[in-house]
């Protein structure tokens, strides 16, 4: 890095030296001790928000008769019965979990981990189970 001060004048230039390349379509910045610097970004588990999707889904058509079980759904759908209950029981997340998923602020939530455990009733116990997680 170089600084540069010109007299009687009100002006500093520095100058630093750094590389900008193209990765996966975004430009990131390189330093000269070769460290990149960039914000970072969230990361939107996309297995989870598709879980939650289909869950809301299959709730929803549920809840105006368009099915009358979850064995219905399974039938239609071709999938299995379990896993229509287990992606149901995601509909029962506590809201600001949810939000935190769809904004990629939940770095590792797993669907299979939420469904396969017991999922509590209470949202604030919800978010007590998955508090180191968000």
């Known amino acids: 890095m170089a600084t540069s001060i010109t007299q009687g004048s009100d002006t500093i230039t520095v100058h630093v030296p750094l590389m900008l390349r193209k990765r996966g ?7 000269p001790h070769g460290t990149s610097w960039a914000a970072p970004r969230a990361r939107i588990d996309t297995a989870m928000v598709k879980a939650l999707a289909r869950g809301f889904r299959w709730r929803k058509m549920l809840e105006t008769g368009v099915y009358a079980t979850a064995y219905e759904i399974a039938v239609a759908e071709n999938i299995n019965r379990s896993y229509i209950s287990r992606l149901l029981r995601l509909t029962l997340l506590a809201p600001d979990i949810v939000e935190a998923v769809l904004d990629g602020k939940a770095q590792s939530i797993i669907a299979q981990d939420i469904t ?6 209470e949202w604030d116990a919800q978010r007590r189970m998955v508090a180191d997680e968000i």
């Open 25 to 31: 379509g975004r430009k990131q910045i390189v330093t």
């Open 116 to 121: 396969l455990k017991s999922l509590p009733d």
